[in-house]
């Protein structure tokens, strides 16, 4: 099996991660990643400083290294009235990658999230818990990718999602929502998350094709 080496969901200290961005960007480098996204979290509260941070961050940083850097951002517990506009103005910031912080099950995220990221083109609808066929449905004609997260707490409904994903042909990923060091993933443990998904070898490689196609779609490769 060809391993995905993609990372389309992690935070640094600019939000509530522990590391710098290039210190995050090294720990992802040395263990041969070839693609992260940083997607810290931000609302309304400080959207502008997170993005253009982050985006001067990988501007400045991208030719020192062989590692593709996307900046982009994970609007979280906003109000779902307020997801169109921040979509729109995360991208005009200059987010490469935007993901909504989907309706975990252990997260007070207001109801109506999910289906207001997955309606206004989030990239990627993080955790989304135990969210509706109809909005699976929807998140595949938009081509909104749904995550299975190796978060603790997080991942709880990865085997929900990925059961509903497979029936209705919606995309997916996989990605740790990487914090600290110790959340950063082997190279194997992305194929063991979507394993324990309940995904089969075959599945999982059309997971990572997917993965790749939208790492590079972001960065116009």
């Known amino acids: 099996m060809v391993l995905a080496m993609i990372d389309l969901h992690t935070h640094s200290l600019l939000s509530?991660?522990?590391?710098?961005?290039?210190?995050?960007?090294?720990?992802?480098?040395?263990?041969?990643?070839?693609?992260?996204?940083?997607?810290?979290?931000?609302?309304?509260?400080?959207?502008e400083e997170v993005v253009s941070q982050l985006v001067r961050f990988a501007r400045?940083?991208?030719?020192?290294?062989?590692?593709?850097?996307?900046?982009?951002?994970?609007?979280?517990?906003?109000?779902?009235?307020?997801?169109?506009?921040?979509?729109?103005?995360?991208?005009?910031?200059?987010?490469?990658?935007?993901?909504?912080?989907g309706e975990t099950l252990v997260e007070p995220v207001p109801p109506g999230t999910n289906l207001a990221a997955i309606e206004h083109g989030a990239d990627i609808l993080a955790h989304p818990g135990l969210l509706s066929r109809r909005e699976v449905e929807l998140a595949r004609r938009r081509g909104v990718c749904l995550e299975l997260s190796s978060r603790q707490g997080h991942c709880l409904a990865n085997g929900h999602v990925a059961r509903l994903a497979k029936e209705v042909g919606a995309r997916m990923v996989i990605a740790s929502d990487a914090h600290s060091p110790q959340d950063i993933l082997e190279p194997d443990d992305l194929r063991r998350v979507g394993l324990g998904a309940g995904l089969t070898e075959e599945e999982l490689e059309e997971v990572f094709g997917q993965m790749e196609e939208l790492a590079r779609r972001c960065l116009g490769l």
Do not use: M
């Open 60 to 101: 400045g940083i991208q030719p020192h290294t062989p590692l593709k850097v996307i900046p982009g951002v994970e609007l979280t517990h906003c109000p779902p009235t307020l997801i169109p506009s921040l979509i729109g103005r995360s991208r005009d910031l200059g987010a490469k990658i935007v993901v909504v912080h």
């Open 16 to 47: 509530d991660g522990d590391l710098l961005p290039e210190e995050l960007l090294r720990r992802y480098e040395a263990k041969g990643y070839r693609f992260l996204a940083i997607t810290d979290h931000a609302g309304p509260s400080n959207l």
